[in-house]
């Protein structure tokens, strides 16, 4: 169990040494860490990852899909699977990296990273040609999968699955959050066009995610508390 320093729990005996001693009792100046909400890291990977998906480029991506094949259906299910098949496999990388660093540079790594995002939210993006030239003999929904699950390689959102499932303690809840946001920043893009895009003012929406992100890596950075095994 996972405790940490400084706070009181209960009496536990302590047993001293020499024949016939009797055990005392004692404050034992541990907590256990409680495992986080898994609902708050539901709605906060939602809310961050629709955010950072606004202008990004597989959001342009899901753009040009729709107008291309103007299938709106297979193109929806295609983000889903691919999101799905991305995520889950951040989520499994950012829960991995808890298991090979102590907290202490857990916390400076994800204070780091999510400053970084914040600076990274501020930069355009752009969608290379190559990445909307999907071979068309998979169709619709293969096309789709592909070209999308490709473009997420890398891309803010998978980064920021990455480092929220490193955060909390909670992988499903963290890769269905951001599933979640990337399909409320994708499929109203598939069924209303350039309308959605030019509806919502990208650069406000950009530097509203980049102050959450900054905010995050600075409570990261300053969380009190040292976490100790037991």
Same mark, same amino acid.
């Given at each position: ?45 939602? #809310?961050?990852? *629709? ?7 597989? +959001?342009? =991506?899901?753009? !040009? $899909?729709? /107008?291309? %094949? ?21 989520? #499994?990388?950012? *829960? ?7 907290? +202490?540079? =857990?916390?400076? !790594? $994800?204070? /780091?990273? %999510? ?116």
């Amino acid at each position: 169990m996972r405790f940490a320093l400084g706070e009181t729990i209960g009496w536990v005996p302590i047993h001293m040494a020499g024949v016939g001693a009797q055990p005392m009792l004692s404050h034992a100046c541990v907590r256990p860490v409680h495992q986080k909400n898994p609902m708050e890291a539901f709605f906060v990977s939602t #809310a961050i990852v *629709a955010i950072a998906e606004m202008g990004d480029k597989t +959001q342009l =991506l899901a753009l !040009v $899909l729709a /107008a291309r %094949f103007r299938k709106p259906w297979p193109i929806v299910l295609g983000i889903l699977a691919a999101t799905l098949a991305n995520h889950a496999l951040a989520g #499994a990388v950012g *829960a991995w990296v808890t298991t090979v660093m102590g907290p +202490q540079v =857990l916390r400076w !790594v $994800l204070g /780091a990273c %999510f400053i970084a995002m914040a600076v990274w939210m501020l930069i355009p993006d752009k969608l290379d040609e190559g990445e909307t030239a999907a071979v068309s003999r998979w169709g619709v929904f293969g096309t789709t999968l592909i070209a999308f699950f490709l473009a997420e390689m890398g891309d803010k959102t998978q980064i920021a699955t990455v480092v929220l499932a490193a955060k909390y303690n909670a992988y499903f809840w963290v890769v269905a959050g951001t599933t979640l946001g990337m399909m409320l920043a994708n499929a109203p893009v598939v069924w209303l066009g350039e309308r959605i895009t030019r509806l919502v003012p990208l650069r406000i929406v950009h530097l509203v995610s980049a102050g959450i992100f900054l905010v995050l890596g600075v409570l990261a950075l300053w969380a009190p508390g040292v976490a100790v095994l037991a």
